[in-house]
């Protein structure tokens, strides 16, 4: 082989010239050298046998670009992109509205799980496409008429109390006044009015609705206050900002929003009952720009039956359906007309599905079969569960998935739903799979039984458990992101669209490894360690 040319670059630097390095020989790329095709691997699999993530290791390709121009933005559906391949799973331990924000703000989507009534979950809706970056558009309120022990209650539970105060103690109610904390120092009354401390309207400086964050900063910089209160025409609360939401403000350039309006995108999930239609139309109405059509087992004619009711009844919107593991049951949906497909099947940490039901696929195998099948229909898919590393997220990727959806990893963060605890000095949050006993009894029942027959014994398909902090949304994306960008590089892809070109012209090589080889790539021979994510 003959020695690789260089070239100079503008600043003088070698560079390689790619098109100068030559291919490996046919009988070397054939001897399995540098790893297999995937379709060696999951096609001309004599053994029949399906792959986790865990089995699959991706071989090293050739770099000749940097980190920061790898491109990891992608097809949520067939109309909807993000600049972030990461969903977070409509399960009640992991989105609602604060999660489907954050999400939001940092290039991916958010889904709100179907545990809430209909109005419930459309306001979690309403919530996300209301939000603008540096306003609380659900601030904690009182009435004139609560206490300064309500208040004080609230600084012990919150951390803060420039509180609101409207006529009807709520969102929306007319402004009455504000509440800070040098209102309440020196008052030993606790059970006193607030009427008779607080800052009234009149001496209040406000910001009309509709005003934009750069002119509320000013105002709040002339004011030397520390919150101010937007109203509309009627001196109705719509939103407040505060001081120290803006001095820590960050403005999110890779935000997923919509294209029109520049409001956050959002998700939410449905079942396959009838009164899911009703569901759907509230959700509709509220904002959702995609909706999950959230069963266990998602070749059913009570799904098919629904897809194709909601891409009548409202064409505009996007519809996931699933979830799946074969090509067959893809291609009903498919068929139904579904913009996305959820993979998975029994794969998730808390899911006991491939235990109690014997029914199922291993993940790599379900990703990389339903992917190659989905794409011939321009039919994005997303990896559903199973995830438990950024490598993980990586292979999911290189497999053909277009995004993958997580639980667990996200389950532990601030944004989450639920409380920290501690158990035997670790952090902690509660997370359960939705075919839980506890979360069946809140309203996934619906999830594992598809039509509206009752059932005397309900057999869970899941469990309850707990999670470890993993702080901030704010640093965690972005470590992942970052680690799969590694990943992408080390693999030699510099996108995702250049990764599905290389899976499915061969050039994209994998191994499976042995349990062996699965302990040699983790920590080992060690006597204790410490480990880090960030």
């Known amino acids: ?6 070239q100079k670059t503008e600043n003088g630097a070698s560079k390689m010239n790619v098109d100068l390095l030559e291919e490996l020989d046919e009988e070397t790329l054939n001897s399995g050298a540098v790893g297999f095709t995937a379709d060696q691997i999951f096609i001309k699999n004599p053994a029949c046998v399906a792959y986790t993530y865990d089995d699959v290791i991706v071989m090293p390709g050739h770099i000749n670009f940097s980190l920061n121009e790898v491109d990891i933005s992608t097809k949520l559906t067939k109309d909807i992109s993000l600049k972030v391949p990461f969903v977070s799973s409509p399960m009640d331990t992991v989105t609602e509205n604060k999660m489907a924000i954050s999400m939001a703000l940092q290039g991916g989507i958010g889904i709100i799980h179907s545990n809430f009534t209909v109005d419930d979950q459309a306001d979690e809706v309403r919530k996300v496409k209301r939000f603008k970056n540096g306003f609380i558009t659900d601030p904690i309120c009182l009435s004139p008429t609560s206490t300064v022990g309500d208040v004080v209650a609230l600084k012990e539970e919150h951390g803060y109390s ?3 105060i409207t006529d009807t103690g709520e969102m929306g109610g007319k402004l009455m006044g504000i509440v800070s904390n040098r209102d309440i ?14 800052t009234p309207r009149e001496k209040l400086s406000v910001a009309k609705q509709g005003v934009e964050l750069t002119e509320a900063n000013e105002i709040l910089k002339e004011t030397k206050k ?8 009627n001196d109705e609360l719509v939103a407040l900002i505060a001081r120290t939401d803006l001095l820590k403000n960050i403005e999110f350039s890779k935000a997923s929003k919509d294209a029109v309006t520049k409001q956050l995108l959002v998700g939410a999930a449905i079942g396959t009952r009838p009164e899911d239609r009703e569901r759907a139309k ?8 995609v909706i999950v059509v959230d069963s266990s087992q998602g070749d059913s004619t009570f799904q098919i039956e629904i897809v ?22 893809a291609l009903h949906l498919i068929q139904a007309g579904a913009d996305g497909l959820r993979v998975g099947m029994g794969i998730g940490s808390i899911c006991t599905t491939q235990e109690v039901c014997a029914v199922g696929r291993a993940q790599a195998s379900a990703v990389y079969h339903v992917a190659k099948f989905a794409r011939r229909y321009g039919v994005p898919i997303l990896a559903d569960g199973g995830i438990k590393s950024t490598g993980h997220i990586t292979k999911a990727l290189t497999l ?6 997580m639980g667990s990893m996200l389950a532990g963060t601030d944004d989450a739903p639920g409380d920290y605890f501690y158990q035997d000095g670790v952090r902690l949050k509660r997370y359960r799979g939705m075919g839980s006993i506890e ?7 619906k999830r594992y039984v598809w039509d509206n027959n009752k059932t005397s014994v309900k057999v869970a398909q899941g469990v309850s458990g707990a999670v470890q902090d993993k702080g901030t949304m704010l640093r965690y994306v972005p470590y992942l992101v970052q680690g799969v960008k590694h990943g992408m590089q080390d693999a030699g892809v510099s996108s995702l669209v250049d990764a599905n070109e290389k899976l499915y012209n061969g050039k994209l090589r994998f191994e499976i490894r042995s349990p062996a080889a699965q302990k040699e790539g983790g920590v080992h021979g060690l006597h204790s360690f410490q480990k880090r994510l960030y």
């Open 1 to 6: 082989m003959s020695p690789t040319k260089k």
């Open 162 to 164: 420039g509180i609101p």
């Open 185 to 198: 120092t020196f008052v030993t009354n606790q059970s006193m009015k607030l009427s008779e401390i607080m």
């Open 226 to 233: 520390g919150k101010l209160p937007v109203v509309n025409e």
């Open 282 to 289: 509230a959700l509709v109405e509220a904002g959702v720009d």
């Open 308 to 329: 194709k009711h909601l891409k009548a009844s409202h064409p505009k919107l996007q519809v996931i359906a699933g979830n799946v593991v074969t090509p067959l049951q």
């Open 400 to 405: 053909g998935a277009s995004c993958v959806m």
């Open 439 to 445: 979360a069946m009894s809140k309203g996934s029942e």
